[in-house]
């Protein structure tokens, strides 16, 4: 049986490569105006999603388009569940006039991060997907991760996520932005991708295995590399025998 891995990018948020990596990825997770995007960027990247035969889904970050999402911000669990699913609605008013189906919901950034370890967080975000009825919902596979568990308990389909151009600590937590060893370069993250993809497991920053039981697989779509990257992962995960489809 051939395995099969989906490949997903974070697009709509005003990059030069979008069109070039929309071509290469199964899923996009597009910018729905909380840390980019407005209705005219969430058009364009729809139309390129459906051009392409992608899987679109929503891509809602805290409101802070200052900090591009990037930074820890506080919030009551209510307000987090009404900015995100007021993001996700934004969207799907946008996909419904498009005739574009959403299939998911990744949330971006630093909220993202929070949620891996606030079950708190995790909850409102996870009831804000659960919400909107958007069935897929992407979260960081492995490592003690309270965001699958949390969409699981909101009734959402969970898809573990990988990462194929960052880097791992012990934990199976993200490595922080800002320090050494966060992002890799495109022929170290293509590597990682298909070991990921193809054995489950990484190397972590520190040099410890790091179990990474992912179905989903995410590259950055707005680094300097990001063309190179999408190409060069999809062709190494097609020459490992892998099938890239969406879930």
């Not at 919902?137 to 960052?166: N, Q």
Request: with cysteine; proline share 5%.
């Amino acid at each position: 049986m051939t395995l099969s891995i989906d490949l997903n990018a974070d697009l709509g948020e005003g990059s030069a490569h979008e069109e070039t990596v929309m071509g290469v990825v199964s899923s996009a997770n597009i910018a729905c105006g909380g840390h980019a995007g407005d209705a005219g960027t969430m058009r364009d990247s729809l139309r390129l999603a459906a051009r392409f035969g992608v899987a679109a889904g929503a891509h809602p970050g805290f409101p802070d388009r200052e900090g591009f999402g990037r930074r820890e911000l506080h919030f009551p669990p209510d307000d987090v569940r009404t900015f995100v699913r007021e993001q996700i609605e934004a969207l799907k008013a946008v996909a419904a006039r498009e005739g574009v189906p959403l299939r998911h919901v990744k949330p971006h950034g630093m909220l993202y991060n929070v949620a891996v370890r606030d079950e708190t967080l995790a909850r409102a975000v996870a009831q804000a997907a659960a919400d909107s009825g958007v069935p897929l919902y992407f979260g960081l596979a492995g490592g003690g991760s309270v965001m699958l568990r949390e969409a699981r308990a909101a009734g959402l389909r969970e898809i573990g996520e990988g990462f194929a151009d960052r880097g791992y600590a012990p934990d199976g937590s993200l490595w922080p932005r800002g320090q050494a060893g966060a992002l890799l370069d495109a022929a170290a993250a293509t590597a990682q991708g298909v070991r990921i993809a193809r054995d489950g497991v990484t190397t972590a920053v520190t040099g410890e295995p790091v179990a990474v039981p992912a179905r989903t697989l995410c590259l950055h779509g707005d680094g300097a590399e990001a063309a190179e990257l999408a190409r060069a992962l999809r062709a190494a995960l097609e020459a490992a025998g892998l099938r890239v489809a969406a879930p």
